[in-house]
C-alpha cells in the first residue's frame, strides 16, 4: 500500500511530495477500505503543494481531492455500499493512495463498468464548466462563448457541455498544435492569443463568428489575457475568472467596465458547494455522471501514472506542454 504525502510545501511541487508505504489500516465501525481506481492531478492540487491555493491542508497530508474507488472490505455493521462498488472518493479525504478509509455513509455510488478513468474527474472540472455557462448568463441557443485556456481541463469540459446545450464556443489557446485537437472535441472557433498577422484577438474573434454579440467571457488566465478576453465581449457581457495561470493578477482597463458596461465576477466551486442546496449538488452531479457513462461527455488524458511514480507525474501535471489531464492509478 503506497501513500503520496508532503509534509512541506514549495515552489517546485514534485521535490515535495513522495509516495511513502503505510500498514492496511484497521476499520473502525461504519469504515470501508477503498482501492483507489483512478484519481487525476488538477492544478488546484499543484497549487496546494506549492502553498498557492485559497485552502490549505494541514501537514503532512496526502495529495488528491477527487477520484474513484471500489469498495474492497467492510468495517463492523457496514451493508453497504457492497464490496466491489465503484464509488467517489469524498472530496478533501486524500486521494492519492493505493488505499482509503472512509465513513461509508459518507460514499456515493458510481455505476460500475464506467470507464474509471472519466469519472475520477467528474468532481471539480466538469461541475466548473457547467456552472460557469449556467450561473452568470442567461443563455440561448446559437449564443456565444468565449474562453481562454480552452485546452484546459475545464476547457475540454465547457466545449462539449456547450456544444450538447446549443451553445457555439470560441476557444483562446496558446500554441497551434492545440487548434486542430480541440476543433475535432467540437469547439466552433479555435484561434491562437494575441497579435497574429497584423490583427488583434478582438479583430480575429469578430471575424471568426460574424461579429456576433459574445455576452460571456470565461477567464482562467489573468494577467493582460483577461483585458484581452474583455475587448471581445458585448457591451454589457459578464466577464467570470477562475484561474491564473498566468500567475499575475486580473488585468482589465477601466474603460471596459465603464463604457462598455462589462461585469467581472468571481467562480470558485467550492464557495458553490456551500451554498448549494442538496437538492441542486444532486442535479448537478446527476447529469453530469449520465453523460460520462452514456460516452457524452469526456475529458483527453495526456498521460495515466502509478502512485509509487508520483513525482513524475506532479511534474508533467506542472508542465504548460500537455494537452489533457494527468491520471494517477493504482495499477
Known sequence: MLKAQYKTRGLVPQDVIEAVAFAKPELKEGQVLLEMLAAPINPSDVLTLTGQYGILPPLPAIGGNEGVAKVVEHGTNVSSPEIGQTVLIPVGIGSWATHIVADAKALTPLPNGVDPIQLSMITINPPTASLLLSEFVDLQQGDWVIQNAANSGVGSYLIKLAKLRGLKTVNIVRRESLIQPLMDAGADVVLVDGIIDGKNLTQRVKAATDSAAIKLGIDAVGGSATERLGETLAEGATLVNYGAMSGEPCSIAPTLIIFKDITVRGFWLAKWFQRATPEQQKEV??????????????????AIYLIKDIKQAVAAAASGQRNGKVVLVKE
Open 285 to 302: 452531479f446527476g447529469n453530469i455522471i449520465s453523460l460520462i457513462a452514456t460516452g457524452k461527455l469526456s475529458a483527453p488524458i495526456h
